[in-house]
């Protein structure tokens, strides 16, 4: 039986545009998924994600998909959140050339789903590790990474970057162009203050939109193109160490994620709680749709005036986490 635990993450800039080919800088946060893979007797797949629900289910099935599981909640969710599952499983049967190996999963997260912190990525990059492990074989981060992405690719309907599965496997910041994957180093130290409207937001259905608008209008490819320019203002800002500028361009980037479509009522209004509350900066983080925001404060007025924000379920600070993908003991 092992363990491997796996972070989430904020966008410090870029999330969307980097589908397109420009660059995101993903931050990994002191907020984990831990996967625990056991080998069984048998070809089996049985998953136990108590967090994914709110009264927490349990599948059993056989290698695919296509088994009929025995449980009680609706098929779209169960699709979708199987898919996750089935496809670190079935990268781990591949990395170790073992194809009908069964497993027992259990997945517990700390970090909210499908709300912009990478909750995915997380779980997809603990469980390739874990599974792949309790297979005897040790994958390098970079490859757990790569893995991953391919998992996302396809659940996200060939719509994703390597920027949260390559974040979730490495830790700390990170920077992601197309193939190019790097992790930052010397960065100031990042005050992050997350605040989080309950809800959340279909990633592939709001990435299928902003692909749509990008596509019908020039401008809205203009934005998408902005977007990667403030990505590289920021990158200079950020080893500059300038933390009043960074937040004016999280405030940018907000805007401009904003202008194609995928913030939303609740999102707006606890970027401009964390603003009118003393943040450098704010902005949605991950998708969007709902789910988080995050701003930059070194103070606690962000974190105080998200509190009083109607619509702002929960407010925590994250730190960076510089650990990516582990094994637990
Ligand atoms: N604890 C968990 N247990 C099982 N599955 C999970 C868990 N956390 C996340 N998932 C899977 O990940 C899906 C959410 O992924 P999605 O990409 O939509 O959002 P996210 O990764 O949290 O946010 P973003 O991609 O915007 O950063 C869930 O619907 C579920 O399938
Ligand atoms: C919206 C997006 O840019 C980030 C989701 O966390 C999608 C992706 O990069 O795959
Ligand atoms: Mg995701």
Redesign the pocket.
């Known amino acids: 039986m092992v363990t491997a635990s796996a972070p989430?993450?904020v966008?410090l800039f870029g999330?969307h545009a980097v589908v397109y080919g420009e660059p995101a800088v993903p931050c990994a946060i002191e907020r984990r998924?831990r996967v625990t893979a056991e080998r069984r007797d048998d070809d089996k797949l049985r998953?136990n994600?108590?967090?994914?629900t709110l009264d927490g289910f349990t599948v059993e099935y056989d290698g695919d998909a296509a088994g009929t599981p025995d449980v009680d909640v609706a098929e779209p969710?169960l699709e979708?959140?199987?898919?996750?599952?089935n496809g670190a499983i079935e990268q781990a049967r591949d990395a170790a050339d073992t194809p009908d190996a069964g497993f027992d999963v259990t997945?517990?997260?700390s970090?909210?789903?499908?709300?912009?912190?990478?909750?995915?990525?997380?779980?997809v990059t603990a469980a390739i590790d874990a599974a792949t492990r309790e297979l005897g074989v040790e994958l390098d981060a970079a490859e757990i990474a790569d893995r991953a992405y391919r998992v996302?690719y396809e659940?996200?309907d060939g719509q994703a970057s390597r920027a949260?599965t390559f974040c979730s496997a490495m830790g700390g910041a990170v920077r992601v162009e197309g193939e190019d994957c790097r992790r930052i180093s010397n960065i100031p130290n990042l005050p992050f203050v997350i605040g989080y409207d309950g809800g959340?937001?279909?990633?592939?259905a709001?990435v299928a939109g902003v692909r749509q608008r990008r596509e019908e209008y020039n401008f809205a490819a203009d934005t998408v193109s902005a977007i990667g320019d403030i990505v590289r203002e920021g990158e200079q800002t950020l080893h500059d160490g300038d933390l009043e500028e960074l937040g004016e361009l999280m405030d940018f980037n907000h805007g401009l994620l904003s202008a194609l479509g995928v913030s939303s009522r609740s999102l707006d209004s606890m970027v401009w709680a964390a603003r009118e509350g003393g943040a450098l900066g704010a902005k949605l983080?991950?998708?969007?749709g709902g789910?988080c925001i995050v701003a930059l404060d070194p103070g606690d007025g962000a974190e105080t005036a998200l509190r009083y924000t109607r619509g702002c379920e929960s407010v925590f600070r994250a730190e960076l986490d510089t650990d990516g993908v582990r094994v637990e003991a």
């Open positions: 989430g993450k966008y999330e998924a998953v994600a108590t967090d994914l969710l979708e959140g199987m898919g996750y599952i997945i517990e997260s970090i909210p789903l499908g709300a912009g912190l990478g909750s995915s990525a997380a779980v996302e659940v996200q949260d959340s937001g279909d990633t592939g709001l983080t991950g998708a969007g789910g």
